[in-house]
């Protein structure tokens, strides 16, 4: 067997010892070291792995005045000199495992070489996870280096639970560095997360563009992408089970995507709440002004003892009330004002709550309809997202990108907060789920007002490991993100990074070479924190397998906004192909928009077998307005003359 | 088993009842010479105050630098004797695309002490060349260690010629020798070998021409001249200085060249001067003696140091 060529050899002198963690060795000029080289060194008795962390060259040369001596001054001379100096490649490595682990010792004085395949496995300690009957590896991308390419697997239980959970990327806008990496990691998860523990879904919320619209499409992927796919294990398919949830625009028709192309129809569903939906989270659009302590008490009256259950009260109603939706909420305030105007003038208090703040609660609640238009819906007929039956392997895409961003927080503090809801009772359909929100340092800024969504991501990252609800975040400024949200993240990501950025104290750690590597990071290489790694390693990964957004927008261009009449027509045709358009457009004309809408949420909800039939039946018959009656004049009892003026 | 570390030679040999000692000797790594002159030969006619070279000119093909180390330490003494341990080491670089690699590298040690003590240490100095001092004086520890001194000088000398013999065996580069050519009638004949001389403590000239020769000006070479003494290995020679002197030392960048004595020797005087020239650069910084040290020299003997062993 060939041994192996030594590329370089430890020193260590009083001034650049070798300590336990960290070791100089100098290799050739020309030699496949470079930042992030993962290197073996061999000494009797020991073997240690270390990753290159920094690099230095110098010459023999003891003064820049001496070269300038040497060369007359003449720079265009400096470099004609018959004999080059002896020049020095230096470099610093960090080191990832010694072996034997105990008694940890100084790096010995040793030949360096190149580490292989089984060192990248043995230095990254992915031998704990990676061996035995039930792995937990999911592949992540591949080291490359000296003609190396080595798979580097994260470990699931650290990147989904229980041990550690979360992972959260960092990197410059514009690269969709990040968008990809998520992208690849959610596929490569899907492929490969191991049987035994369990099942897996995704949840990911789309805040800008068309970043996420796609994902059911595939990629146009090159030979060497998909090289690297076959060279991890992977294939590179787009996702199999997708849904995407965007709600109405204000129009209450026509769906607030880029998602709209009609051949994507299919899989593209409204996301539409009632009152029910949206009440506990109330507190998300309605401040502290808003809701005192005397609203509050009145809204945790309704929530308790009006709102989805029978209400009885004599003064209000003979019969129970029902409040269900916003519409009836407004009716059930319209019958306790008119209580208090006509049959209790004596009194401001209706059930020990003030008129004022019941005044205060109606005109705050109500506007939640109105601020929240198109996701909130006055009539109270919901689509949601399937829970309880959120598939293993599916993903679910919520489209909130042409939100508001206080509805953007509705949105996810909702479905997060039903998240944990259902992964508590262990009735959500999956074991585990992978949220994905980008633009994290908008959700949880480090300085900022305390919001709910704030308190809800710090609760998930500290908390959301145990449940097997899973935070993948992403921010261009991770120091602009709340460190605990972040620092809760066992694997840490880094694309392509601002210099801004890097300098701030949160980085202090990494080498200028690091730095200067991360500063100018290719798009498809990541920087890969991972809790088995004890040091960072740059790893590069394929394009993900689902057509990017902006390759999306030019193969599914968006469809223009259709008007009421052909978009309810849509809508029911696609539920039933055999619905002809101007069926639908017959059955609408001259009704209200209002009333058209609320049958097709009947319809929606449902899900009927003959859906023109329910559809015509939820509009009601139409009802001819009656004829104004004819109004006799009355004369007056005393004229006083004939004067007509 | 070898005993290669003078820590533990000298262990071993107080093992066998000396007197262990260190005493590393002033200028122990160089060779001593004595200050004369001695009249030379005139070969071309050219005023010895100097003839223009021309501008320097890179070297047009590969070349090879050889040099030699030497050091050595009293390690004991028997009784007032010394025994005293070297290392001597001579090696060349070639350059090649302007790069330097190592051609070839010989080593030896030396114990070098009184017949009889030699013969009680035999088994203790395993792996080095036992070298006898003259027998018959009465022990004198001075005299001794000169003795001993001489020794190391003239095995050094011996290691690189039988270098230079190896390389120019494998190789008809240019090979430029550190020092004189007059270490081998063979070198001597070498129409491709050059002796480079920092030393100036044997002069060619006195008087007037004395003076015109080492205030040489930069760029300037002196006339071709045969140099006294070298029957056995005759060559010719010339001085050149590679940096201007004033302000400095009168020997500042003045270098002795030494070439077969041929009529080649004298047709391309002036070019390779100018080949000299340019090994100016790379400055040979920081030694002390840069403005005479070619950077190949140099070279060979940081890769000396840098690989012996004590």
Not at chain 1, 418 to 446: M, Q, S
Request: hydrophobic fraction near 45%; aromatic fraction near 8%; charged fraction near 25%.
């Amino acid at each position: 067997m060939n041994q192996p060529v030594a590329i370089g050899r430890v020193v260590a002198t009083e001034m650049k010892p070798s300590t336990p963690h960290q070791f100089h060795f100098w290799t050739a000029r020309e030699s496949p070291v470079g930042i992030g080289a993962i290197v073996r060194v061999d000494a009797p008795g020991r073997t240690v792995i270390g990753i290159v962390t920094d690099g230095f060259a110098y010459s023999d040369l003891l003064t820049p005045i001496h070269d300038v001596i040497g060369a007359d001054g003449d720079p265009a001379l400096a470099g004609s000199a018959p004999t080059e100096r002896a020049e020095i490649r230096l470099y610093t490595a960090a080191v990832l495992r010694q072996i034997p682990e105990e008694p940890l010792q100084p790096v010995p004085l040793g030949a360096v070489h190149m580490a292989d395949d089984a060192d990248v496995v043995s230095g990254l300690r992915m031998d704990a996870f990676m061996s035995g009957e039930k792995t937990t590896g999911i592949p992540a991308g591949v080291y490359a280096a000296g003609g190396l390419e080595s798979p580097i697997y994260l470990d699931a239980d650290f990147l989904l639970g229980p041990e550690a959970a979360h992972l959260n990327i960092t990197g410059v806008s514009g690269l969709a560095t990040k968008t990809s990496a998520v992208e690849f990691l959610l596929s490569s998860i899907f492929q490969t997360f191991p049987a035994h523990k369990g099942s897996v879904a995704a949840i990911c919320f789309n805040v800008k563009g068309p970043d996420l619209c796609f994902l059911d499409q595939s990629a146009d992927l090159g030979d060497e992408d998909r090289r690297l796919y076959a060279r991890l294990g992977l294939h590179a398919e787009p996702f199999a089970d997708v849904r995407y949830y965007a709600p109405y625009k204000g129009d209450g028709v026509n769906l607030n995507t880029l998602r709209t192309n009609e051949a994507l129809a299919s899989n593209t569903v409204p996301l539409v709440w009632g009152l029910r939906e949206v009440l506990d989270y109330a507190e998300v659009l309605l401040n502290k002004d808003d809701v005192d302590a005397k609203a509050g008490g009145f809204i945790d009256f309704l929530k308790e003892r009006v709102i989805g259950r029978p209400f009885q009260d004599a003064t209000l109603s003979d019969e129970p009330l029902e409040v269900k939706s916003f519409a009836d909420l407004e009716d059930f305030f319209r019958r306790i004002f008119e209580f208090m105007e006509v049959q209790s003038k004596t009194s401001e208090v209706w059930r020990n709550h003030h008129l004022a703040t019941i005044r205060k609660v109606r005109n705050r609640l109500g506007n939640i309809s109105v601020r929240a238009k198109g996701l909130v819906t006055d009539d109270g007929q919901a689509s949601d997202l399937p829970w309880g039956k959120v598939a293993d392997r599916s993903v679910h895409v919520v489209d909130v990108a042409g939100l508001e961003p206080v509805v953007q927080d509705l949105v996810f503090a909702r479905i997060v907060s039903k998240l944990r809801e259902h992964l508590e009772r262990r009735d959500l359909g999956v074991d585990h789920v992978v949220v994905f929100v980008d633009e994290l340092n908008k959700y949880a800024p480090t300085d900022g007002p305390e919001t709910y969504v704030r308190r809800m991501l710090l609760d998930l990252s500290e908390r959301g490991r145990y449940l097997g609800l899973v935070l993948f975040s992403a921010q261009q400024f991770r120091s602009q993100v709340l460190r605990r949200v972040v620092g809760n993240a066992g694997t840490a990501l880094f694309g392509r990074m601002d210099m801004d950025e890097i300098s701030s104290p949160g980085y202090a750690t990494l080498s200028p070479a690091t730095k200067a590597k991360l500063a100018a990071l290719p798009k498809g290489e990541l920087m890969v924190r991972h809790p088995h790694f004890t040091q960072p390693i740059f790893v590069r990964f394929p394009k993900p397998p689902v057509l990017r957004g902006r390759d999306g927008m030019e193969r599914f261009p968006a469809a223009v906004d259709l008007a009421f009449d052909d978009a309810v027509a849509r809508q029911l045709v696609q539920l039933d192909r055999g619905i002809r358009p101007n069926q639908v457009k017959d059955l609408i004309a001259d009704r209200t928009e209002e009333d058209v809408r609320r049958a097709l949420a009947a319809v929606r909800q449902k899900r009927p077998e003959d859906v023109l039939a329910f559809f015509r039946k939820a509009l009601g018959g139409r009802v001819a307005p009656d004829a104004p009656r004819e109004r006799r004049a009355v004369p007056p009892l005393n004229p006083i003359s004939d004067e007509p003026y | 088993m070898t005993t290669r570390n003078w820590t533990r030679l000298r262990r071993a040999v107080a093992a066998r009842g000396f007197t262990p000692a260190t005493w590393i000797p002033a200028a122990s790594e160089g060779r001593a010479e004595e200050a004369t002159i001695r009249l030379a030969h005139l070969l071309e006619d050219l005023p010895i105050a100097g003839h223009p070279v021309g501008p320097p000119e890179a070297w047009p093909e590969a070349v090879g630098f050889l040099d030699g180390t030497q050091r050595y330490e009293v390690m004991a003494y028997a009784g007032a004797s010394p025994v005293v341990v070297a290392e001597i080491a001579a090696a060349v670089l070639e350059r090649r695309d302007r790069h330097l690699h190592v051609a070839q590298v010989l080593r030896r040690r030396l114990v070098i002490a009184r017949p009889e003590v030699l013969e009680q240490l035999e088994d203790a100095i395993v792996g080095h060349e036992a070298v006898a001092l003259p027998e018959g004086g009465p022990v004198h520890p001075v005299l001794d260690f000169q003795l001993a001194r001489r020794e190391v000088d003239s095995a050094r000398g011996r290691l690189e010629v039988e270098t230079g013999n190896r390389f120019r065996a494998a190789s008809d580069a240019w090979l430029i020798v550190d020092g004189s050519l007059a270490e081998s009638p063979q070198w001597a004949l070498d129409g491709r070998m050059l002796g480079v001389s920092k030393s100036h403590a044997t002069l060619p000239f006195s008087g007037t021409q004395l003076e015109e020769y080492l205030r040489l000006p930069a760029g300037s070479r002196s006339p071709v001249f045969q140099p006294a003494g070298r029957e056995v290995a005759p060559v010719y020679s010339w001085a050149l200085r590679l940096w201007p002197w004033e302000g400095k030392d009168l020997m500042h960048g003045l270098i002795r060249v030494e070439a077969a004595a041929t009529v080649e020797t004298l047709a391309q005087a002036d070019q390779v001067s100018r080949w000299l020239l340019a090994e100016r650069a790379p400055v040979s910084t920081p030694d002390p003696r840069w403005d005479r040290l070619l950077y190949g020299i140099r070279a060979v003997e940081e890769f000396l140091r840098a690989s012996g062993e004590r």
